[in-house]
């Protein structure tokens, strides 16, 4: 199996910043993508920005200009650099990643999601 552990999130004014990370451990061959979406109470899950293993990146139109999704292969790690943070940011953010890992010998794909972390911005 492939864990995702995020962390980053917190509570800040609006125009403020922050910086998510979320980190992948297991038997993982090979990351795919990359990316972080978020929910809304009583919204439906939305994606904010993706990033492939080439280093394509792919942003929402909401968060153009504002955030930078990076990844560190190295350490299968992506971030999200949240910068000029409105009150309607405010949600649970996920992270998900899809690949390839090991499991009974042989390879796999996976998509896996984290657990989630909350982001608060106050006006």
């Known amino acids: 199996q492939v864990q995702l552990v995020e962390s980053g999130g917190g509570l800040v004014q609006a125009g403020g910043s922050l910086r998510l990370s979320c980190a992948a451990s297991g038997n993982i061959f090979t990351i795919s993508a990359m990316g972080w979406y978020r929910q809304a109470p009583e919204k439906q899950r939305e994606l904010d920005a993706t990033?492939?293993?080439?280093?394509?990146?792919n942003y929402a139109d909401f968060v153009k200009g504002r955030f930078t999704i990076s990844r560190d292969g190295a350490r299968n790690t992506v971030y999200l650099q949240m910068n000029k943070l409105k009150p309607e940011d405010t949600g649970v953010y996920y992270c998900n990643v899809d690949g390839k890992y090991y499991t009974g010998g042989r390879l796999s794909p996976f998509g896996s999601w984290g657990q989630g972390t909350q982001v608060t911005v106050s006006s």
């Open positions: 990033v492939t293993s080439g280093g394509i990146t």
